[in-house]
């Protein structure tokens, strides 16, 4: 159920990258469980090189419910852990959308 036009851009996981990467970076930490899998989606690396990078792989151009996206994890890791530095390619974290701002606002 997507309650928003457009969602809030979160990563699973922390991501020193991205971090760092912002002049006045932040980070928050929210456990997966407080948000309705209902409202998520999941995209295996940053949304957009994930949907225009074309190299074969097969979570490319794809959208992940929770359940499909711990599947992916179970097979391919947290690209975190196995591309830190981005030399492997897009994929530094994978992006959570968040469709819903009730969990959010407890944070604000």
């Not at 998520?40 to 979570?59: A, E, H, N, V």
């Not at 196995?82 to 030399?87: C, K, L, R, S, Y």
């Not at 469709?99 to 959010?104: M, T």
Request: one cysteine or more; aromatic letters at 16%; proline letters at 6%.
């Amino acid at each position: 159920m997507k309650k928003m036009k457009y969602p809030h851009y979160m990563t699973l996981g922390r991501c020193k990258w991205l971090k760092e990467w912002y002049t006045t970076g932040e980070e928050i930490q929210i456990q997966i469980s407080e948000f309705n899998p209902d409202i998520l989606s999941f995209t295996y690396g940053d949304l957009f090189p994930t949907m225009r990078y074309k190299d074969g792989k097969p979570y490319r151009e794809q959208i992940y419910t929770f359940h499909e996206i711990m599947k992916i994890i179970d097979e391919y890791g947290l690209p975190q852990a196995w591309n830190p530095d981005g030399d492997k390619g897009p994929e530094r974290y994978i992006e959570v959308q968040v469709w819903d701002e009730e969990v959010l606002r407890k944070y604000l």
